[in-house]
């Protein structure tokens, strides 16, 4: 079993995929920084194998200079292998947002416009930031977007401000599957 967990796994998949689909080069190198700060947390390194289409992560300690050596490799179910071409289990970014777009619907109706805004935003950030869904999030995800994501991008108004950590509640109230609490540490 990887030492590397799933969230890491599953976010550098994403970035890879994201860096993949951008047309801007810089927009794509900082998906690739932002998917090397994520491992480097966890003390791994990604390489993309073009002859299969895989991306593959290793712990730091194979590498000498950018390269595996070999001699250092004790256990090999420490790196993990991630098919690129293959579809996402997510779908695609289109199926996604008229999954989430229901979900916001479904809580603008039920809970107000100020909740379906706030819903909005998050479903905005889980699409384009991690080409996930809303009722998937983890609790990385739901803090990165309340703390940094919502006040900075979404404007919102005061009352908005106060009501979010409910409005993902409700969103996931909404949703069918068990969105982790927002407020869980």
């Avoid at 819903?119 to 977007?145: K, P, S, W």
């Amino acid at each position: 079993m990887s030492e590397l967990p799933q969230d890491a796994v599953e976010a550098a998949e994403r970035l890879t995929k994201l860096a993949r689909r951008v047309g801007d080069d810089s927009e794509a190198e900082a998906y690739r920084k932002r998917r090397t700060e994520t491992l480097a947390d966890h003390a791994y390194t990604a390489r993309v194998r073009e002859e299969d289409d895989t991306l593959v992560l290793y712990p730091d300690e194979w590498l000498d200079d950018g390269t595996v050596v070999l001699d250092r490799i004790e256990d090999t179910d420490r790196a993990v292998e991630v098919p690129l071409s293959t579809t996402s289990d997510e779908g695609s970014w289109e199926e996604i947002e008229t999954h989430n777009a229901a979900l916001v619907e479904a809580v603008a109706e039920e809970y107000g416009e100020r909740h379906g805004k706030n819903a909005r935003a998050f479903a905005d950030f889980m699409g384009n930031h991690y080409l996930g869904r809303v009722d998937e999030a983890t609790d990385e995800q739901i803090a990165e977007f309340i703390t940094e994501y919502f006040p900075r991008n979404a404007w919102p108004d005061k009352k908005q401000r106060e009501i979010v950590e409910t409005s993902l509640e409700y969103l996931s109230s909404v949703s069918e599957a068990d969105c982790p609490s927002p407020t869980s540490e």
